[in-house]
């Protein structure tokens, strides 16, 4: 079964601080794909990327970048120069190609806090 | 386009009453999924749908059910509310191979006393 883990509960930055958000999964599929989603406290879930196992470049979008590591079953979220609109729960998402319904196995969440 | 939209946005029950969350996508998409995320929890899979006429069961489909007669809509029934329903409730769909990014609607909060 496939398993996404996001050990870090809860990390609290000062702004302008960089902060680096793992996330380690589990899947048994060569083809899968994953995701990082942001819900700010308004309660919405903002799709932030999505990676194909396929796929391993890292990719940079403004003060955000992704590490994917195969080797290590690792896709970490990395956010340069925080600012306090980024304090929000972050998910890391997990979608298999096996199964055919491509549901998304979701981590627990990361609660990021930027302090001013 | 409006993408995922939900309804209502929250809702009061009593302990046995039932209601129906409505969701609808303008997007064309085939695939559908019901998301409940219980507080301080990531996601868990309800019910899932891959077209029109075409419903089955996710990690947690217990006392919830699905339709769905049109591409558009993909309502989730409760029948019986119990306290363990409690929760925010997510749709969300996707486009299909080669396009497998799930949009979500704005979420249900749902409290049952």
């Keep these: ?116 | 386009n409006a993408g995922v939209t939900q309804t209502p946005k929250f809702r009061i029950l009593k302990i046995g009453q039932s209601m129906t969350l409505q969701c609808a996508q303008d997007m064309n998409h085939n695939y559908m999924y019901w998301y409940r995320q219980d507080p301080g929890m990531g996601l868990k899979l309800i019910y899932y749908s891959v077209g029109a006429g075409i419903t089955d069961k996710g990690e947690v489909p217990n006392g919830y059910n699905v339709s769905r007669s049109t591409t558009e809509d993909f309502p989730l029934r409760l029948e019986l509310a119990a306290p363990s329903q409690t929760s925010v409730y997510f749709c969300a769909s996707s486009g299909d191979r080669g396009k497998e990014t799930q949009y979500f609607g704005p979420g249900t909060r749902l409290l049952v006393l």
């Design chain 1, 1 to 116: 079964a496939q398993k996404v883990t996001q050990a870090q509960t809860e990390i609290s930055v000062v702004e302008k601080e960089d902060v680096t958000l793992d996330c380690v999964y589990e899947t048994r599929d060569t083809t899968y794909y994953l995701f990082w989603y942001k819900q700010p406290p308004s309660g919405e879930l903002v799709f932030l990327i999505r990676r194909n196992s396929f796929d391993e470049q890292n990719e940079i979008s403004g003060r955000y970048s992704w590490n994917f590591q195969k080797s290590t079953s690792s896709f970490n979220f990395t956010i340069t120069a925080s600012q306090v609109v980024d304090s929000a729960v972050y998910f890391c998402a997990l979608s298999e190609e096996r199964t055919g319904r491509r549901a998304l196995t979701f981590g627990s969440g990361t609660r990021l806090q930027v302090q001013p």
